[in-house]
Structure formats: structure tokens, C-alpha cells
């Protein structure tokens, strides 16, 4: 069973904004959760229905449909910033 993933506009935005070096890393952990969308390393975040993975010093933040077998990548920042909910 694999799930789909969707990115906000503004997670799509904050891709596009880092440095290139960064995004292979980036894409390829969000393709991982295709396959495992609650790996060992992923956190609930404490009051959100969101969950976070770290790549480094990035964090992505997504929610899981399963219901439609969906993965929306809500937010991709570095880990100082990531967790503001006003940019």
C-alpha cells in the first residue's frame, strides 16, 4: 500500500526557496514516507495533528489521510523557523 503525496502551495514554495543541495535529501525522505508514512523517526507534534521528520537540520511537517491514502506535506523549513506559525 503506497500513499500519494500532496504539497501545500506554501510547502511547495518553501522547497523551491532552499538551496539546491538540500532538496535531493528533502525529496527523497518524502518519497520514503510513501512507502512507511509513520517511520520510527517521525514525532506527533504535541497539540497538532501534524507529524514532522528531520533531515538534517530541516524539518518536514505533514499530515497522513488514510482514508484516501494521502500524505500533504504542510510545511519544509529549517528546524529554526519551522515550528512558527506566523513566517
Known sequence: MTFEVEFTPAAHK???NLDKSVRPRLYAAIE???QNPF???AV???NRSEFRIRVGDYRILYEVEDEKLIIVVVRV???SVVYRQNK
Open 32 to 34: 520514503l514516507l510513501c
Open 77 to 79: 523549513a529549517h528546524r
Open 44 to 46: 506527533k507534534l504535541a
Open 39 to 41: 517511520p520510527p523517526a
Open 14 to 16: 518553501e522547497i523551491n
